[in-house]
């Protein structure tokens, strides 16, 4: 049975939540001098404040009655590859074959923000 889009955008949300939250304790509490030491404490919260903000924009896609998968994807995605290189980078700035994915990132964003100003075209707010 597939999981319809509205129940997948919330789930994943909530687990992109439960993670940013995490991992943002994890670089102030137990990788905080490391990432200080490389001057890289700037990337990793960049990377935990884009998780957030599109973890938060998932559950908010979740409460419409008409949710499309692409924007659930775009999103999802988008944080798997612009936060997870910015964590990656951050951890090991020498990993520069992992920059090129953080733009791209950035573009399936995009691409989630587009898909949902699509499917928002159009339609009446119910009070």
């Avoid at 993670?19 to 890289?40: E, P, R, W």
Wanted: positive net charge.
């Amino acid at each position: 049975m597939a999981i319809h889009p509205a129940l997948l955008a919330q789930r994943t949300g909530a687990c992109f939540g439960f993670l940013g939250v995490a991992l943002g304790a994890f670089a102030a509490h137990a990788i905080k001098l490391h990432l200080t030491q490389l001057g890289t404490v700037d990337v990793w919260r960049t990377g935990v404040l884009y998780q957030f903000v599109h973890a938060v924009a998932l559950l908010a896609v979740g409460q419409r009655e008409l949710v499309r998968l692409k924007t659930v994807v775009f999103f999802s995605v988008g944080i798997f590859f612009f936060s997870g290189s910015l964590y990656l980078l951050a951890w090991n700035p020498t990993w520069t074959a992992v920059g090129p994915v953080t733009p791209l990132g950035g573009l399936l964003f995009l691409a989630g923000w587009i898909s949902l100003l699509w499917d928002l075209r159009g339609r009446p707010i119910r009070p």
